[in-house]
């Protein structure tokens, strides 16, 4: 196993007022990464209309941004571990608001597209570096509580983002959709270096393993294209099956690599332990449950006529439970152990897509699924799986274990999409085709079920 350093006790902030300060910090700055990816969607029409770009092009930001950000998560949460949480935290959030000062003042799409993607480095790094934060700070018995309060963020801007991004579309232009994030990254960066604890090892940091990041910023790369298959859009070629099999030669490349560093970007060992194992994977399964929600409104559309302009009203009972059960889950957390949560979030996704496989049994019956999907994506994103992962990882390496988390998660999210939508594109796109991918989503939820009963029991529950 690697040898890893040991950090120093960390400089914690003293009392209930300094320690709600923190969390302030962290919730704000999830909050603005989070708000932007709810507003992009509503402001689509804008920009195909302010550049005179298709809808191809248009779908090139949220790529560019999936695609910078997960390969900037385990590189941010690398840096953490080894120099600490606070600058790591700042300067994600300081990249942030250079990125959207970018697309806020872009002449061309050319250059948007490159501010997206400066958003998207400083976004990968704020969730996983918040998560270690709250980590390293707070007592378990605090920890589900806040980490339920960040998981419920992304709920809360979908639930603001379309009606403010509509607003300011209206109002001021879209540009004040993004320029608005450089006064809240202003304060946060500010707040942040008052309240943010220092951290730093023991020891001086050892040699950056430059190896293990060029492999894994290769892999993530070839991943997502042959996932996304987004090079075959634009070059009409056959190349997704090849961008695969090149990401599986430099998997099999970067854990050779890995083993052999002494400060490993991603840490092999952490794969040894079958909790972290079995939590990884499971949050693969959670992004799986959030990439479902995507063609919901499709089905609402196909099956129960609800006009374009409405579909995503739809989608409020959903987004509504899945903030209720983020935070009621987090407050459940230490009552109840990580281990009934979590079976509870995937029992609730399974009943929940089985439901809208069916869309024949009415518009009553998708709401209730809907309901229970939100409900369930609430519960899994609530912070119990981020408890395990910080509860089992050694205390060196528990950013890097913050960020597998976050990959996984988007990793799995991506490949939702894309095997939704290829199984409804191969039925014509019509209503049995989402049936029979929502079927197939439902059978992956319970396979996860399954595997969340590998998880530990609470100490206090009886075997």
């Not at 300060?21 to 708000?35: N, P």
């Not at 840096?79 to 806020?104: E, K, Q, W």
């Not at 001086?204 to 492999?215: K, N, S």
């Not at 281990?339 to 979030?345: A, K």
Request: charged share 10%; net charge positive; glycine share 12%.
């Amino acid at each position: 196993m690697s040898q890893q350093q040991t950090p120093t006790p960390l400089s914690l902030p003293h009392g209930d007022a300094a320690q709600g300060r923190l969390v302030q910090v962290l919730f704000i700055g999830v909050f603005m990464a989070a708000l932007d990816t709810a507003i992009v969607g509503p402001v689509l029409p804008a920009l195909r209309e302010a550049f005179g770009v298709d809808n191809r092009s248009a779908g090139l930001l949220t790529t560019v941004f999936s695609l910078s950000s997960l390969c900037s998560t385990a590189l941010m949460a690398y840096f953490s571990d080894r120099h600490g949480r606070r600058p790591v935290y700042l300067t994600s959030v300081a990249l942030f608001a250079i990125g959207s000062v970018c697309i806020a003042a872009a002449p061309d799409y050319d250059l948007l597209l490159v501010g997206r993607a400066i958003q998207g480095i400083g976004a990968g790094g704020i969730a996983p570096v918040a998560s270690a934060v709250i980590g390293d700070v707070f007592s378990a018995e605090r920890r589900g509580r806040i980490l339920g309060l960040i998981g419920a963020t992304h709920g809360m801007a979908f639930v603001l983002g379309p009606p403010l991004a509509t607003l300011l579309t209206s109002t001021l232009g879209w540009r004040w959709l993004f320029l608005v994030n450089l006064p809240v990254a202003l304060l946060v960066l500010w707040w942040g270096a008052r309240s943010l604890p220092s951290q730093r090892a023991s020891a001086a940091p050892g040699q950056i393993d430059l190896a293990g990041i060029t492999c894994t910023l290769l892999f993530l790369l070839c991943l997502v294209l042959g996932i996304s298959r987004m090079a075959d859009s634009a070059t009409g070629v056959l190349l997704w099956p090849w961008f695969l099999a090149v990401s599986g030669a430099l998997l099999l490349a970067l854990v050779l690599i890995e083993k052999r560093q002494a400060q490993a970007l991603i840490p092999i060992n952490l794969f040894a332990n079958r909790q972290l194992a079995c939590a990884f994977v499971l949050t693969l399964g959670v992004g799986f449950s959030m990439g479902g929600i995507v063609f919901l409104t499709s089905i609402a559309t196909l099956a129960y006529g609800i006009s374009v302009e409405s579909a995503g009203l739809a989608l409020l009972p959903l987004v509504l439970c899945s903030m209720v059960g983020s935070m009621a889950a987090g407050r459940l957390l230490n009552r109840l152990g990580a281990r009934s949560m979590v079976i509870f979030g995937f029992g609730s996704l399974t009943l929940g897509y089985l439901q809208s496989a069916v869309p024949q049994t009415g518009l009553t019956a998708f709401l209730i699924a809907s309901v229970l999907i939100g409900m369930g994506v609430g519960v899994v994103v609530s912070g119990a799986l981020r408890t395990i992962a910080m509860d089992e990882a050694p205390l060196a390496q528990r950013g890097s274990a913050q960020g597998l988390m976050t990959i996984f998660n988007a990793v799995g999210t991506l490949l939702a999409v894309t095997c939704i939508s290829a199984m409804a594109d191969f039925e014509g796109g019509e209503l049995a085709g989402f049936g029979h991918a929502y079927l197939a989503l439902a059978l992956s939820m319970l396979v996860m079920l399954v595997v969340a009963f590998g998880l530990k029991r609470k100490s206090s529950e009886p075997a």
